[in-house]
């Protein structure tokens, strides 16, 4: 049962526009929302989260958007850099349990 | 570089053999979680440790085991292995045990089972 959902497996985007990853789950108790980007070889990289109680988190050119009553996290990358281009996961917790989308492999075309 | 290490790189092994996973925390983390990515497959929370403790256990399957030693690394058992259990499995740890604490992501272990 797939609690977190990320339904595009891969998304292309040019250098300098905006990159927006998405993320849908299922579990209203779910209080946190985190996204990880991985590269090849390595582990995930926190990147930013975001507590239930807020709808939006920004980091530099990092946004997530918290949308509580559609279940759907987003996360924009403004402006997109070749350095971006890796594995974004968004993961959800809800008491000690943690789960963990199936990724986006982002690629940013320079 | 999280700080968070882990051996061996790669694992190569036989159905029916029994593994060892291992994983250092960053220093001074005190929770360690572990957890499994198959082909194609988001990561799995396999189960999580706090300062020696069971904290939490997600999908984790009675033929695996963990445990948390004193000096707070962290040891995953994988027994009885079939060739489903072919995966990445990577350890993170944290400061606290709380979950909106973010998570150190060791590089990862990969398993084959042939």
């Known amino acids: 049962d797939q609690q977190v959902k990320q339904n595009s497996p891969s998304l292309s985007v040019q250098e300098g526009r905006i990159s927006i990853l998405n993320c849908d789950y299922t579990n209203s108790m779910f209080d946190y929302f985190l996204w990880y980007k991985k590269y090849p070889a390595e582990g995930p990289t926190f990147l930013i989260s975001i507590s239930s109680i807020k709808d939006k988190n920004e980091d530099g050119r990092f946004t997530v958007f918290l949308n509580k009553s559609a279940k759907h996290l987003s996360l924009h990358i403004v402006p997109s850099q070749p350095g971006d281009s890796a594995v974004y996961f968004c993961?959800?917790?809800?008491?000690?349990?943690?789960?963990f989308g199936t990724g986006t492999s982002l690629t940013v075309i320079p | 570089d999280s700080g968070v290490t882990q051996t061996p790189k790669h694992l190569i092994t036989a159905t029916g053999q029994r593994v060892t996973l291992r994983c250092s925390p960053r220093?001074?983390?005190?929770?360690v979680y572990w957890y499994q990515q198959s082909l194609d497959q988001g990561l799995q929370f396999l189960i999580q440790y706090y300062n020696g403790e069971e904290r939490a256990k997600g999908n984790i399957l009675e033929r695996f085991s963990a445990q948390q030693f004193p000096d707070l690394h962290s040891e995953l058992n994988l027994s009885s292995l079939e060739l489903g259990d072919s995966a990445l499995y990577f350890c993170?740890?944290?400061?606290?045990?709380?979950?909106?604490?973010?998570?150190?992501f060791g590089p990862g272990t990969r398993l084959t089972v042939t």
């Open positions: 993170a740890s944290s400061a606290s045990g709380g979950h909106s604490y973010e998570q150190y």
């Open positions: 993961a959800a917790t809800a008491g000690d349990q943690f789960y």
């Open positions: 220093s001074g983390d005190l929770s």
